[in-house]
């Protein structure tokens, strides 16, 4: 049977691999969602701690996750991160370290006679709260849209500007995207808040911003989405070479029916728990728009990575283009790899044992009163 196993098949295992990991944090960074909100949502300070505790019991799912993704990215497909963090290293560093001050400040933010106050540390939390997904969502709408960088026959980078992959940034398209995932982190956040937490004004309170971060979501998403639907994309053709291709991730979609029914169905639980929220009051809604989440973005890297598509193109160099062929990693060790990704399913497992056994019970104001230790 493991002779019967193709180098193909074990590159396309491995960017489901991928895929799936990303769209669990894309999910998980409701956490920096929330944390955007420490300064406007709570009306006082016992609800300020309320939400940084209800959040902080969860930001280290989102870093494992995190740590998981990227480890998994560079062994598959270690071209890719020698492109990427050796090209565009001013994006990847200014992503590290907001995650860094993150865990900084939950670490440090109540502990007594601090150095820097509790002041400090919340706009730790805000600041990886903002950047983190805008960076990320922007990173990733590269895959999409192209970056500027060079392979020579040795496979050594050259990055075609100055700015060290920050120049993302000017491109509408990336901020789009960017934009979209900082509002949708925010709307899980909301969400997440009102599951997790015990106190109807809080609730009220979240109920109101829902409202606006929800459509500003669903704009930037649409406008994103259909912009690279109408637009050109990077298909790769049998000799391995890069073209340039009409409408390549509308055919995409198209061609690959089972992707396209899974990011519609996705879609639909997304917008069904934030419906479900404001109009019905249900405080349910973070679970379908977080299974939502997932199966979006899971959908979208499929779209990326399949059916002859370059994932992670160059616009100053086509032929210098990344594809799941030419990226990854050797049969031997996708194949070794393959039999630990087996013990995934335990690892979700046990996160969602520890999930239920964190959330059995609501936060309130006087468990915060009673509470030993607190974030």
Known sequence: MTAMISYIFLQHYWWIIVSLLASLLVFLMFVQGGQTMIFRLPANDGQKTMIINALGRKWEFTFTTLVTFGGAFFASFPLFYATSFGGAYW???AILFSFIIQAVAYEFRSKPANLLGTRTFDIFLYMNGALGPLLIGTAVATFFTGSYFSLNYMNHVKWATPFGGLEALLNGKNVA???AVLFLTKT??????MNSIEDEDLIGRSHKKLIFNAIAFLAFFLIFLFSILLSKGFAVNPDGTVVMENYKYLHNFIQMPVVLILFLAGVVSVLWGIGTTIFKGSRKGIWFTGAGTVVVVFSLFLVAG??????YPSVFDLNSSL???????SKFTLKTMMYVSFIIPVVIAYIWYAWRAIN???ITVDEMNGEEHKY
Do not use: D, P
Request: no cysteine; hydrophobic share 55%; proline share 0%.
């Open 91 to 93: 994006v990847w560093i």
């Open 177 to 179: 995207l960017g934009l």
């Open 188 to 193: 899980n956040g909301l969400l997440y808040i």
């Open 306 to 311: 399949f059916n002859n598509t370059a994932f």
């Open 323 to 329: 594809t799941i062929s030419n990226a990854a990693s």
């Open 360 to 362: 059995i019970k609501k």
